[in-house]
Antibody, heavy 117, light 107 residues
């Protein structure tokens, strides 16, 4: 069974970087598909942030392009999100998900991140 | 970006009732639409893709339809386990965008 699990700090200070890990079990991230980050803001608006493909290429939401980086560690079957220069507007629940074709078939449980001093 | 307008924001229905949720895109998305269900404290679950294709394991009481800019998710014979939030996602164009969600409750 494919499972994704997010981990990382629940509290980040403004202007710092937010770093999250998605650990994948039941499927090797280099075998296929794209591996995405999505966030859900208070008030329920959702935003696709970007993905890293099975080959290692990336595609980001232009609204985040200057601040976001998605990388991976294939030896650990993990991929990562780094979001720089965060503000309170980045407070959200962050999900990792597998992108099959163009939609998301497996999601993690989500991790809530609050940006506050 | 393509804007997805989802309605209603909340919905109250009785067991056995048929429920319809709609998403309107700001431009033609050529059936590039998925629907998801999210129960409180749980991760979203894919229900429908390509506007009308049922994902593996999803009960047949769920169906999707639509074309162009207008799409809908229908739940026939509402069950108690269908109490959840539902949201749509377009993938015709980058960046992928989502509807604001519909919270479905039992009357």
């Amino acid at each position: 069974e494919i499972q994704l699990q997010e981990s990382g700090p629940g509290l980040v200070k403004p202007s710092q970087s937010l770093s999250l890990t998605c650990s994948v079990t039941g499927y090797t991230i280099t075998s296929g598909y794209d591996w995405s980050w999505i966030r859900k803001f208070p008030g329920n608006k959702m935003e696709w942030m970007g993905y890293i493909s099975y080959s290692g290429s990336t595609n980001y939401n232009p609204s985040l392009k200057s601040r976001i980086s998605i990388t991976r560690d294939t030896s650990k079957n993990q991929f990562f999100l780094q979001l720089n220069s965060v503000t309170t507007e980045d407070t959200a629940t962050y999900y990792c998900a597998r992108l099959i074709a163009y939609y998301f078939d497996y999601w993690g449980q989500g991790v809530m991140v609050t940006v506050s001093s | 970006d393509i804007q997805m307008t989802q309605s209603p924001a909340s919905l109250s229905a009785s067991l056995g009732e048929t429920v319809t949720i709609e998403c309107r895109a700001s431009e033609d998305i050529y059936n590039g639409l998925a629907w998801y269900q999210q129960k409180p404290g749980k991760s979203p679950q894919l229900l429908i893709y390509n506007a009308n294709s049922l994902h593996t394991g999803v009960p047949s009481r769920f169906s999707g339809s639509g074309s162009g800019t207008q799409y809908s998710l229908k739940i026939n014979s509402l069950q108690s386990e269908d109490v959840a939030s539902y949201f749509c996602q377009q993938y015709y164009d980058y960046p992928y965008t989502f509807g604001a969600g519909t919270k479905l409750e039992l009357k």
